[in-house]
């Protein structure tokens, strides 16, 4: 099977050799519509006889016209001759028909240019509609098609089908068996009722998302066990995303074919309101999703999704507010923070070391108050805090997942259900690839090699920021007025970063590129195995694409900058930057923020929002250029014509790899940036909705997929949170002050405050230490003779035996820096562990109910079979009739179901 | 159920309240003796019809004789009686028969002493059987049982009940259908071929383990899909192992038993043979185990873990050939290494402070030699590498036995298997504490609060041993022969290391106890989770019972210790340990070795094999003592009653325990000890035949377990892995010399070479700093006046401003150990992250077979679906018969299989 996952369905058409196999049909959606254009189009879902289901749709392509008008014509014409002449051909097409030349004959007579290639198209096109009409699948040509050079082929797959299908799928149906959901009891119950009560307001007004007393049994449907379920409605029993599912399969099995999306169907029309109203809405932001309802219309992939998406945010509600109130805590106390309270001292006097050759000139600490007070905002002891509390927020998170999950898994009756994450169809392009892989080998790794250099590219760019902002601080340094330098510090500090944010943007989307066609050069041998490889590498780039600036602020700007008159230079005349006196930490978070909220903003919402509204926008116009006549006609469209102007369902990867960079945002650099949770909670409440809508309205529906976990995704959560833990220790531990406070107040205050703690944290520098030509040019700028400077650091004062070298104070601060990373790291992931191991992955209630079910199952089983043991001792073992109603319904149930068989089986 | 987790077997008898409902039947094994024993009881196998195969035992005790001479007439006199009357009930035992007396009532009657109890468990008893029996099991009791005391009830498995229980079970069993397995080709065949024949020897004489070309589809059995398998020989359809196992779940079904031992059976005596040949017999200790002998024999538990334990010796081999490596390059490199050929210079003459205050003296460094020599055997910077490289062979570990586990799944069809983790049966003890918990809550807490202070005990030994050496070693100080002192001073590292090793070994076993105690008194819900408990809290507790002396020598020895003039005391006297001049790495070098091969040979060699004997012989003499003139009939005593004095099965528990306490030696302190892995290899050699003799010559055959993984285990050793990686940093960086001579070469030697290393390590002490009564008592010892000794730290020298402090070495040493710990642990981390990333987790052939299996199951029910498609074509629907051969089979099929209905349904 080639093309099933969506994400390179592009290059399908390059790479597949299935093209070469499978008929050229391609996959068209039957999506709902937006309310009001729903009436209309009604029969569409239905056969010519307005009793067979369509439950699938495949769209093929006819000869495109070469030119827009004159072929339009022709093309039209073709259209109504091609689907006369099918009108004949669908009379009886349940059963196997005749091989007939059906309609496409007339059209090649018609268009003489139709080459060798659309006869051949169309000779496997027959070929494939022939295998599936012997999977026992039925077929129809739509007739009159409106949409010039596409042609539609429903399929419906009739009850026999669809029970042989559903018993090799081992599909979990639900058995006339109810039983009673054991409620808690005790103060349990109570409690849960007045969450219950208190909640009412969050809960979208659907039906199922009400706590229910009873469950249907379920049990892998099998034909022979077919008394067992209540088959009563034979055309509900499986409903429409099911038989959608059906259909895949078999197409899949039969043979390659790029068959990619199912329809919507009749009786989801009030599910599709109900979506509509309770879900892709704005105005119900503040309530639970119905994660039922959108896992029955759109299937259990995209159902766990949202589900994922909505415990995030959740999530996130605690996170922010111990954030804020973190944040709050900076503000309250930046007033008693002994520090900054005394570089902002009147009083304070202390000259400062120029901060950087000959251009800069001494200046007075008094002027890095401002920078203090705010850095004071990201960097106090309750910052530490935080960041513990979201390494365990992020296991947390985690754990509750995976029992969310479970839970869902109980509840969508999955929990028998094997993935098939050993069985995967080997990717079709495999062996194309294989065969010329010997060909071109060096070519291949020649392309890899560029490709990686890919990588360089962000490291470059980062670089040029770099560069960019030192060279601007360098000029501005030379400007004499000290505020205009201090506002252009600021404004280079913004715009640098917003150049960053431009180039991340930018380089996101090349990145997409970059990771698809090295997967592709890698060639994975199943779609599988494709697309994990696929998701992470995209996910290696883009995260280190949205971070690599970020590190490079917390971890190397404003180290091994050298000191005063001996400036450490990169490339003779560039100085490595250096951070204001607070430390880097301000820095980090301008950055931080403006990265995140900008990517967010920008990417997620204009982006997600604009484009495939620009994109439907542009083919609903392309069309219309096309047939601008027909325009009353388009009214009366097909809904599946209609929805061929919808945009093409891409997968989940894109969803899922916004929220995941987002969650690197919330926990990777959470020690700086406390508001992270808050900025995320706010963007994924529009986030939901946004998603919801795309999906219910923007994009075709896709096939729902059965899937247990969110596979990779969780695994690159995992990954992220690790990382988590030990960018946070090196943050509080290299970025902040934290430690160096640490140390004064423990080792070298002599009253054990912080009092003297600016001063114990700056070395000496004699002026006359100075080389030639590295003085500054305007010696009394401050207005008296400078003989001794400051600087930021800990080395040994101009009057020790080894002037200028780091000091015992300095191995001392880094000891204790290390070592608190070591504590930090290993008792942060003792504890993850820790609750990782208490918290129960499948609920109580889950593994109790599953037991239940279990126990209920034998017993039915039990009692079935000492009924027919009673009917066999009151009988002789010949083949007697009747006398008991056992008999013909045990005999029954051994003759195949076919669609001819329409015995009800209601034991 | 109840019990039948055999690790508390015993407990059982107090604490279950399922005692309550459960008849008094309690399990009995009935294994293969040695071979020369097995001819005489073979009749045992079958029921008195000589047809019906004795599928399980169940044995009850019948009133115990309370004085054992008069008694044992009465019991054997009831014995007959007993029996006598039983033929008459047995004559048709499968069909339910009217509730007979049978038998008790007379024995009643004869013994009058006979109580109300004994009645009572009389009627739990037959209530229980009738039960049986309305499952459809056939029940026989022993007629004529020659062991007093002890009823048997046999019971058999008809073939609809195996059917029934099998489907229920979702048992996978072979299909007819058979598929050749994949050969690789090309060169990896040609390898794998050469590989095969080179490792020919190595291969157990077992047919089963040749590569084999085909193998039999597999599908979960089901009675309405017989026809798919080969039941031409429905006796061995099932083998004994699988119908031990249905009976034993419908045993737990029925109600609480202590049923736990099933019984051997003729078929497998030849496999018995072949075990005892080719797997149980030290003679083929180079062999690979045969492990689809040991799993068809004894269920997939076991057979897993004699998997887990080949693999793992398995892999032994690298690590102890790599780990020999680095030991030789120790030796080979001692007497180039400049830091002890400085110690050992005879021109040394450096003058060393003493080690305590007043008794000791002055010393030459020289004396030091020996020490210095030695600690660089298990201090290189091989060292460093092979501690990585034990990081990653864990990692590696850990990811083939994924792998060999996938395969061995695939192998014995358990893929599709679900395991019951979340539907586990709830203990019966818990609903009885759950009763009584409210009535002694605090009295529970109490028992906690004493159980937990067990731990306290540990390290209460290890302190008192720490007191014993710290005061043997001062008195030593005292003599002044320097000779005997060193040589003393070995012999009490020698015997504290011993009285450490009586004492882990002492404790082991109470732990074990308290451990059960504690699990006990947690009163957890359901069997499977009172095992993890049980098993977490008993390795907790046996892992810091090995660990801690060796933890307290690593990390603890010498620290703090002071300087010479002011050492630290604890309790007045008692000075804190110091490590000789090499540093610690030897000492902890001797007490690693110590406690692992005392461990390995006294506890897990002498205890296992000697103990099992010694309790056979007790239960063999206690028997003979009480029949000692029925020794003639013995011999031909039934094999379940020979095998009632085998030890019954006691779980895995222990077996796995001492394994991951091993692995914990390999792993942990690996970076001091490289020999580990050889002595951990020499070991398992001997304990896979040692454990296999156990199991196939000492215990009662275990009932077949199902099981997928080895569970928690699996975890646990992952957690020890990880440990390791923390604790191998923390000993490379701080116990071994290897980061300050790195330091020292890099930041201060002043030609980058080791030369002056020592000089470096050693501070200066000027002897007129002593405070009074602190000097030596003898100061001319060396015959010239001391003025200046020297000690090994960083601090200052006597002439600087702050002499004796920290000095700024100190500082940037400490840094250097802390960000090499850092650096190792996450490098390692991040290794065998990749590790485990890269190998995937299912073997890349087992993926394909598994693929290949699902699509041929497709075929096989498509091609039967076509069958009868064309079949209905060919009839009209109504009830014809013959005419084709599918219809009777499609009656036949709905009909249920009962023990009458004997067609043979071979489509």
Not at 731 to 749: A, E, G, N
């Amino acid at each position: 099977m080639c093309g099933s996952s969506s994400v390179y369905q592009n290059k399908c058409i390059f790479f597949l050799p299935c093209l070469m196999h499978s008929p050229p049909l391609s996959p068209q959606l039957l999506n709902s519509l937006t309310p009001e254009e729903n009436t209309q189009c009604q029969h569409g879902l239905y056969f010519q006889d307005g009793e067979r289901r369509v439950d699938y749709i495949l769209t093929y392509h006819i000869k495109k016209p070469s030119s827009s008008r004159s072929n339009r014509q022709s093309s039209r014409f073709t259209d109504n001759a091609f689907t006369r002449s099918l009108r004949r051909g669908t009379a009886r097409l349940g059963r196997p028909p005749p091989p007939q030349p059906r309609g496409d004959p007339e059209v090649a007579s018609q268009d003489h240019s139709m080459d060798y290639h659309e006869d051949d198209k169309r000779y496997r096109r027959e070929e494939f509609e022939g295998n599936l009409r012997d999977m026992g699948l039925e077929l129809e040509k739509d007739e009159d098609t409106k949409t010039p050079g596409v042609g539609f082929v429903k399929i419906h797959a009739p009850w026999h089908v669809l029970c042989r299908e559903a018993e090799f799928m081992k599909l979990k149906m639900p058995t006339k068996k109810v039983y009673e959901v054991k409620q808690c009891s005790g103060v349990g119950a109570k409690i849960n009722t007045l969450v219950n009560k208190a909640t009412e307001p969050l809960h979208p007004n659907v039906e199922e998302n009400r706590g229910q007393h009873v469950k249907h049994l379920s049990y892998a449907f099998s034909r022979e066990k077919q008394h067992l379920f209540d088959l009563s409605d034979r055309d509900s029993f499986f409903d429409s995303k099911t038989r959608a599912s059906i259909v895949f399969e078999v197409l899949k099995r039969t043979k390659c074919t790029k068959a990619k999306y199912s329809m919507g169907n009749n009786p989801l029309r009030c599910l599709f309101q109900l979506l509509y109203e309770e879900w892709a809405s704005y105005s119900v932001f503040y309530k639970y999703q119905p994660i039922g309802l959108v896992r029955k219309y759109f299937g259990e992939k995209i159902g766990l999704y949202f589900a994922w998406l909505g415990l995030y945010t959740q999530m996130l509600i605690p996170a922010s507010l111990v954030g804020v109130i973190v944040f709050l805590y900076g503000c309250a106390t930046v007033d008693n923070n002994i520090p900054s309270m005394e570089i902002c001292h009147p009083r304070n006097n202390i000259t400062m070391c120029p901060l950087c050759d000959r251009a800069c000139n001494y200046w007075k600490l008094k002027e890095a108050c401002g920078t203090a007070r705010a850095s004071h905002l990201f960097d106090n002891p309750a910052t530490v805090f935080f960041s513990i509390f979201m390494a365990l927020w992020a296991a947390m998170f985690m754990e509750h997942w995976k029992r969310r999950q479970m839970r869902l898994n109980y509840e969508w009756d999955l929990t028998g259900f094997e993935e098939e994450e050993v069985s995967d169809h080997p990717r079709a392009e495999y062996e194309l690839c294989v065969m010329q892989k010997s060909l071109k080998k060096e070519h291949k790794t020649h392309k890899v090699l560029i490709a990686y250099s890919w990588i360089g590219v962000t490291f470059a760019i980062v670089f040029g920021v770099i560069l960019y902002r030192i060279s601007i601080t360098a000029a501005l340094h030379m400007s004499n007025n000290p505020t205009t330098r201090s506002n252009v510090r600021l404004m280079v500090k913004t715009t640098a970063a917003i150049i960053n944010l431009v180039v991340i943007l930018i380089l996101d989307e090349v990145y997409g590129a970059v990771a698809r066609w090295l997967t592709v050069l890698e060639v994975p041998k199943t779609d599988r195995s494709f697309e994990e490889r696929l998701i992470f590498k995209t996910f290696v780039l883009k995260f280190v694409n949205a971070f690599t600036p970020i590190i490079y602020i917390a971890f190397f700007r404003g180290r091994l900058v050298g000191r005063p008159g001996s400036y450490l230079y990169v490339f003779e005349s560039y100085r490595m930057e250096e951070c204001a006196h607070g430390g880097c930490l301000m820095e980090l978070c301008i950055q931080l923020s403006i990265t995140m909220l900008g990517k967010q903003l920008i990417q997620n919402n204009l982006f997600e929002i604009g484009i495939p509204k620009l994109k439907k926008l542009i083919r609903y116009i392309k069309s219309k250029r096309r047939s601008f006549q027909e325009e009353e006609r388009e009214k009366k469209l097909q809904r599946y014509e209609t929805d061929h102007f919808l945009e093409p369902f891409a997968g989940l990867t894109p969803e899922y790899m916004e929220m995941i960079i987002q969650f690197g945002f919330v926990t990777l650099f959470v020690a700086s940036f406390p508001l992270a949770p808050l900025f995320a909670l706010l963007n994924n409440i529009i986030e939901i909705r946004l998603d919801a809508k795309k999906f219910v309205a923007e994009l075709r529906r896709p096939v729902a997929a059965r899937a247990k976990d969110i596979g990779i995704w969780y695994n690159l959560l995992r990954g992220v949170a690790k990382v988590a833990v030990i960018i946070n220790a090196f943050v509080i531990s290299f970025t902040s002050d934290f430690i160096p406070r640490l140390v004064y107040q423990y080792m070298y205050s002599p009253d054990g405050s912080m009092h003297g703690f600016v001063n114990h944290t700056m070395s000496y520098f004699n002026v006359s230490d100075f080389q030639d030509g590295k003085e500054p040019m305007d010696p009394h700028h401050l207005g008296y003779q400078v003989e001794m400077c400051r600087y930021k650091d800990y080395r040994e004062p101009p009057w020790s035996n080894t002037p200028y070298v780091v000091s015992k104070e300095f191995w001392a601060v880094l000891a204790a820096r290390l070592a608190f990373v070591i504590v930090f790291q290993n008792v942060v992931m003792l504890m993850s562990d820790i609750v990782d191991w208490l918290i129960p992955d499948i609920p109580k209630d889950i593994s109790l109910q599953i037991h239940k079910e279990k126990i209920l199952m034998v017993e039915l089983f039990m009692k079935e079979e000492q009924g027919k043991m009673q009917f066999i001792d009151s009988m002789t073992p010949c083949d007697g009739k009747g006398r008991n109603n056992h008999a013909p319904i045990a005999r029954s149930r051994s003759i195949p179901h076919t669609h001819s068989h329409t015995h009800a089986n209601n034991f």
